[in-house]
């Protein structure tokens, strides 16, 4: 007989969750070595689920990376809140709860704990940010004496930023990864488009060039997204909140959002692998993250 015929194809899909700012983002990115999900030090970064799909010749996993687990004030927090427990139910095969070694475990982590105890799905605990912790049995321990019921779940230990991340995930993740389909062909990387991953693309670029306030009031809508042959032309709108922060973004003389489009097109030819053409209109939309005709139309 073949031999080749006595693969079992596994696969899973496997939904990573957490507090915002606890590296889910990261580990997806560094498990796929591509920067297909937006990380960057700025919680609630990620706003929608993000597919990130890592496939070899015996097996496929379809990653889910979902926004940080909180409770925020406008119609935008619930949504990224939806989504994210969407991801925890029916059609998933494994839930990574992502625990940050830094910080000290709170009211986000209590909501997060429940969600993932509660999901009738199997759980994985994911403690990262090793590098960052000086001692990490005891902040394991204090992270079991506050969350006592998890203390039977499997966990693993790593540095998301670190790319051995990867190999050391893959090989705790492997006993839940059991015969299945292949979702995906081989060289899908994720199933966003190129205009979601251009709109994330330009709002890492403002969150890296902005501060405070403003990364959060940043929305990213792709006008139009055009393949030509000489290359790919995008127009997007920056919505944003107030007169004040558009003038932060645009910058002075324009300078900011000349860097913005230098920093975005650099990231997008990469991701299309031609030349990239930009334009944008920075928008005052009063209030978006409580409009909920606009963030449904939006999306
Ligand atoms: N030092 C260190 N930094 C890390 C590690 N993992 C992630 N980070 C950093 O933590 C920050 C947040 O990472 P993300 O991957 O965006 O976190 P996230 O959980 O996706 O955050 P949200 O999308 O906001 O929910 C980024 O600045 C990362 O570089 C780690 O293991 N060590
Ligand atoms: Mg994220």
Known sequence: MDSQNDIVF????????GRPNSGKSTLMNTVLQEQISIATSLPQTT??????IYTTEEMQIVFIDTPGIHKGKHTLNEIMLQEATSALGTGTDLICYLIDLSRDFGKEECICASAVSGANIPVMLVFNKTDLCPDIDIKAASFFAKFPDLINFPQVRLSAVDPRAGEIFLNAASPFIHEGPKYFDDDSLTDATLRTLAAEFIRKQIILNTRQEVPHAVFVEIDSYKEEASGHKIEASIHVETIGQKGIIIGSRGHLIDKIKRDSRRELELLAGMRVSLKFHVKV???????SAFLRSAR
């Open 10 to 17: 596994r696969s899973a899909f496997i939904a990573l969750a």
């Open 47 to 52: 706003r929608r689920n993000i597919r990130g």
């Open 285 to 291: 939309t009063p209030n978006w993250r409580d409009n």
